[in-house]
């Protein structure tokens, strides 16, 4: 299930063009793997590729919007968000909002052969993203004192809530849990909170419950099993997700992905750029990878997805071919060399 999101047309004898913004930190080098792992598996998929860094220009970035509404869809890195300058927004956070890319969704499973906390996760966290505390809205009214507008809709919360409960029936899953801080935000969070459970009286087949955000991080950590569809405002969101890529390994593993109305976006889940590990060999190329497959997966291009992350899957749990951000000693490079060796077989065995 992907929103309402209509599959983009294939263009040029059954090729998908695909927006590819590689970004800062460790995108780029998590990019050529990318393209690389395609090209061994005959993936029919062109990349424009659009470059945006903490330092384009405006327009750098309206071309990279025009491109990915041209698509339909992109994989992306993420970009610095420099923290400090108040002027300058996140690209991020904007690129979302301008795309209206309202829903994010998360997969959270763990995988047999990584040390994590608990072995059998499987949850999905569902993060409205185009409001809330990201509204960027902020200003000081007087000296020494500063106002951050958190915006919370009718709209918004009733287009997310419905995306949640919508994902659980098409996916077969029995539970949704709003989470929130209507304790404290009792009129923003109080809303979000009263628009889930009107929502979820149209889907009686789904549990419904709801969480503070705060009891929902620790719940996370000692109990998460009780979890199976979560739904949340934006930052609850981001941090939410990532207690849950930490339990599942760390930001190297999970893919993240954006949906709206017209265009889907592809990141891996964390979301942060890996600027002290970039250009070390070092990185896990697995989020990106996973994004990259979640990508072919939206575009219909399922056998390819499948190759791809058997691969990775593979890779992970069967060769133990792991970086050092989930206990292992293989550069990013022996993992990228894995899959490719896995992708040739899989292709020399027929099994696609
Ligand atoms: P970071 O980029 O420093 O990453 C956190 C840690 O994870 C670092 O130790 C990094 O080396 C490691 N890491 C990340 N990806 C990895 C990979 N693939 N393989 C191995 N290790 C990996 O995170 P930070 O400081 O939170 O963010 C840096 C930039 O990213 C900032 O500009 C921030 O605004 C932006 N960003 C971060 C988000 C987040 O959720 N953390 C969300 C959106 C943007």
């Known amino acids: 299930f992907t929103a309402a999101v209509p599959f983009p047309l294939a263009q040029?004898?059954?090729?998908?063009?695909?927006?590819?913004i590689p970004g800062d930190g460790i995108g780029p080098e998590l990019m050529g793997y990318v393209r690389n792992i395609f090209r061994y598996a005959g993936v029919p998929v062109d990349f424009e590729e659009i470059q945006i860094t903490k330092d384009s220009t405006e327009d750098v970035f309206e071309k990279a919007l025009v491109c990915i509404k041209r698509n339909g869809v992109a994989l992306k890195g993420s970009i610095e968000s420099k923290y400090g300058d108040v002027n300058f927004s996140s690209r991020n956070a904007t690129l979302r909002t301008?795309?209206?890319?309202?829903?994010?969704?998360?997969?959270?499973?763990?995988?047999?052969?990584?040390?994590?906390?608990?072995?059998?996760?499987?949850?999905?966290?569902?993060?409205e993203n185009t409001e809330g505390e990201y509204s960027m809205m902020e200003h000081e009214s007087v000296r020494g004192v500063v106002e951050s507008l958190k915006v919370i809709t009718r709209r918004c919360s009733d287009r997310i809530a419905r995306y949640a409960f919508e994902y659980a029936k098409r996916h077969g899953r029995s539970k949704v849990t709003a989470i929130h801080k209507a304790n404290i935000m009792k009129i923003s969070d109080g809303l979000?909170?009263?628009?889930?459970?009107?929502?979820?009286k149209e889907y009686p087949e789904i549990e419904?419950?709801?969480?503070i955000v705060d009891n929902t991080c620790?719940?996370?950590?000692?109990?998460?099993?009780?979890?199976?569809?979560?739904?949340?405002?934006n930052l609850y969101g981001t941090v939410v997700s990532n207690v849950a890529c930490g339990l599942a390994g760390g930001p190297g593993l999970l893919s993240g992905q954006n949906y709206g109305e017209h265009f889907a976006v592809f990141e891996p889940g964390t979301?942060?750029?890996?600027t002290s590990v970039a250009g070390l060999n070092v990185a896990n190329p697995v989020a990106m990878l996973n994004a990259a497959c979640d990508?072919?997966?939206?575009?219909?291009?399922?056998?390819?997805?499948?190759?791809?992350?058997?691969?990775?899957?593979k890779t992970i749990n069967e060769d133990l071919v792991h970086t050092a951000d989930i206990g292992g000693e293989n550069t990013s490079l022996d993992v990228v060399q894995?899959?490719?060796k896995e992708v040739q077989q899989a292709m020399k065995d027929g099994e696609w």
């Open 192 to 200: 979000f909170l009263e628009t889930c459970r009107n929502v979820a």
């Open 218 to 233: 620790m719940q996370l950590v000692s109990r998460p099993h009780q979890f199976d569809v979560m739904v949340m405002p």
């Open 12 to 20: 040029y004898g059954g090729r998908f063009t695909v927006t590819m």
């Open 98 to 127: 301008q795309l209206d890319l309202y829903a994010n969704v998360l997969h959270c499973r763990s995988h047999p052969a990584v040390p994590c906390r608990y072995p059998d996760l499987d949850l999905v966290l569902i993060r």
């Open 208 to 211: 419904f419950g709801d969480m």
């Open 295 to 313: 990508m072919l997966n939206h575009l219909g291009l399922t056998q390819h997805a499948t190759l791809i992350s058997d691969a990775i899957n």
């Open 338 to 340: 894995n899959i490719i």
């Open 271 to 274: 979301r942060n750029t890996g």
